[in-house]
């Protein structure tokens, strides 16, 4: 996890939580001069819009202050969703059995972007499926994985 992310992860996550949401991620993605920050929230009765704004408002004042991303920015606060990126080896355990996509920050075996069946965590690893072949890929070299929805 970059630097940050972890930055902003202890500045949103006591705001969130505070709340009575669950913080289920944090994504930085810088763009040269304009950034996203997007947020993502859960609680077991789900996520309404009015939610997501009042979390918004409330970030909004804190990163105001703080001031910890130079340039423009959008915020964004949201549910997941069904098709809810993975971050930290405990969601990855939480969906096992589940198809998901992966990509690497780096290639592995010639290949950075993975599709299949989470099969488990070992260590710091997250053993993924590929048809007949199962692949350990470290947490720290994941750069975005999402579930796969399943209809």
Not at 49 to 59: F, G
Not at 71 to 82: C, F, I, W
């Amino acid at each position: 996890m970059s630097g940050k992310v972890t930055e902003l992860e202890n500045l949103l996550v006591p705001i969130v939580e505070a709340l009575g949401y669950r913080c289920w991620g944090i994504e930085f993605l810088s763009q040269g001069r304009h950034s996203l920050l997007r947020v993502y929230i859960e609680h077991p009765d789900g996520v309404s819009v009015e939610a997501c704004a009042t979390i918004s408002r409330q970030a909004s004042a804190v990163l105001d202050v703080e001031d910890p991303i130079s340039g423009d920015y959008t915020l964004e606060v949201s549910s997941p969703g069904m098709d809810r990126p993975l971050f930290t080896l405990e969601q990855f355990a939480a969906y096992v059995g589940e198809q998901a996509k992966i990509r690497l920050r780096v290639p592995y075996e010639g290949r950075r972007n993975f599709q299949g069946v989470i099969r488990g965590v070992e260590g710091d690893e997250v053993v993924l499926q590929v048809e007949e072949h199962e692949y350990l890929l470290p947490i720290d070299t994941i750069d975005k994985s999402n579930i796969i929805p399943r209809f």
